[in-house]
């Protein structure tokens, strides 16, 4: 006998009415995407309920993978049996007996299936006069216990199952449209990106890149970062875009202490062409209140003047520390404290203004000529799609 499923509990989908079935399909579709190695691995759904068989492949490492994805209240190794007590017996001593770190257990039995001819108190008793007969290590504890071996009887089978093991939460990636995220190599803006996609968002992602000042190494971590982030979905298609000539010459032409703002302003006019583009209807950045000059209420408001897509900032409200916690919880905070400088901190004044005026920006950007420039970034953009499995290199699309 051995676990052979794993069953799948998506509690807030449940709440979700008439969008359920969009959703639950969507989830089933992302957890097919993230077990494609695993060809002998089906994706069933039952009344409520998503299931995973085995198919004999090793739980755990499956286990693993089905963890991170969005959309997953919790999940339970289970083993499925025929309708018929010695069956059922047999699988709940080996749920019990191959559960870690267990003293205390209690069994629950829900008898959906009326037909099957022993009832559920009845059952309750028979199982756990089993488990205590067949082992000499466990107490049965109700109120509460390490393990509650499951037992439900449903139409077609039994499922017994183990321990619970709680999922990533939110919504399934995809469920809720897509945002285009701008993603620096700093700390922040992978985090945004995790929160956007946890409530359902897919994101593609484009990042600002001025070589020579920026080196290959820099551009490597924010390809890292967006590996790590493909992880928590599907695939992620990531924008390069060349930003060194029209970088420079914003500095050259814009006074001292409004150069970041103006900056800014063309990373976004940039990002909405792109998104445009690509049919995508938000921007999504790392942006949180107060932490620097670029980001005052003043600030803010000068930069979002260029663009009337949405943008969301799922950080902005949020203390530093609760963010660094994110970001080590999933794994991109190693790869963000590199000390490759991106562009802005190369180009940053020493003293940018910290309340820029819309009517200022707007007389310095009426200065110069930057449509053309524009352009010419848009045109060099490279596109790379990057996958949690493929190194991050390997996955070059090409120009477009
Ligand atoms: P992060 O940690 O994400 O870099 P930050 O606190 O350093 O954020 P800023 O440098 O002011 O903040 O950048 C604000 C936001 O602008 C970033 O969170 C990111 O969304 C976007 N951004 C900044 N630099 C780039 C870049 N080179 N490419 C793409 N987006 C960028
Ligand atoms: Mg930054």
């Known amino acids: 006998m051995e676990f052979d499923h794993i069953l799948i509990r998506y509690g807030e989908l449940a709440l979700k009415g008439k969008n359920r079935k969009l959703f639950v399909e969507k989830l089933q579709q992302n957890i097919r995407h993230k077990l494609m190695d695993y060809p002998e691995v089906k994706v069933k759904r039952t009344q409520g309920r998503m299931f995973i068989l085995l198919n004999g492949e090793d739980p755990q490492p ?41 003293k205390k257990f209690k069994v629950t039995v829900k008898r959906i299936n009326k037909g099957f001819p022993v009832r559920s108190q009845e059952l309750n ?97 924010v390809l890292d970062l967006t590996e790590k982030l493909a992880s928590f979905g599907p695939s992620i298609k990531i924008h ?25 302003r063309m990373m976004l006019r ?13 921007m999504t950045t790392g942006e949180n209140l107060g932490q620097v000059a670029s980001q005052t209420m003043t600030s803010m408001n000068t930069i979002n003047e260029v663009t009337n897509y949405p943008i969301i900032r799922p950080l902005i409200t949020m203390d530093k520390d609760e963010i660094i916690e994110i970001s080590k919880n999933i794994d991109t905070f190693d790869i963000s404290i590199r000390p490759y400088e991106d562009c802005c901190t190369i180009f940053v004044p020493k003293a940018p203004k910290t309340k820029p005026k819309r009517d200022r920006v707007n007389y310095f950007e009426s200065k110069f000529d930057y449509e053309e420039l524009i352009q010419e970034a848009i045109d060099g ?15 070059f699309e090409g120009l477009f």
């Open 270 to 282: 940039i990002s909405e062409r792109v998104s445009q583009k690509e049919g995508i209807l938000s």
């Open 240 to 264: 390069i875009v060349p930003f060194t000539k029209l970088q420079q010459k914003i500095f050259q032409e814009t006074p001292d202490g409004y150069g970041m703002t103006v900056m800014r």
């Open 381 to 395: 953009i490279e596109v790379v799609r990057i996958t949690d499995k493929k190194k991050a290199e390997d996955a």
């Open 62 to 102: 499956i286990m693993e993978k089905v963890k991170h994805i969005f959309g997953i209240h919790s999940l339970s190794l289970a083993i499925k049996v025929e309708n018929e007590l010695e069956s059922i017996k047999e699988a709940a001593l080996y749920a019990l007996t191959n559960a870690e770190e267990v």
């Open 125 to 221: 008793q028979i199982l756990g006069g089993h488990l205590l007969s067949h082992t000499d290590s466990y107490t049965v504890d109700v109120h509460n216990p390490d393990l509650e071996v499951k037992v439900e009887i449903r139409q077609e089978a039994t499922y017994i199952t183990s321990s619970v093991v709680r999922g990533a939460g939110g919504l399934p990636v995809g469920t809720s449209g897509k945002t285009l995220l701008l993603l620096s190599g700093g700390i922040d803006s992978p985090v945004a990106g995790y929160l956007a996609m946890k409530r359902g968002v897919e994101i593609e992602a484009i990042h600002f890149h001025s070589p020579p000042f920026t080196s290959e190494r820099a551009k490597q971590k």
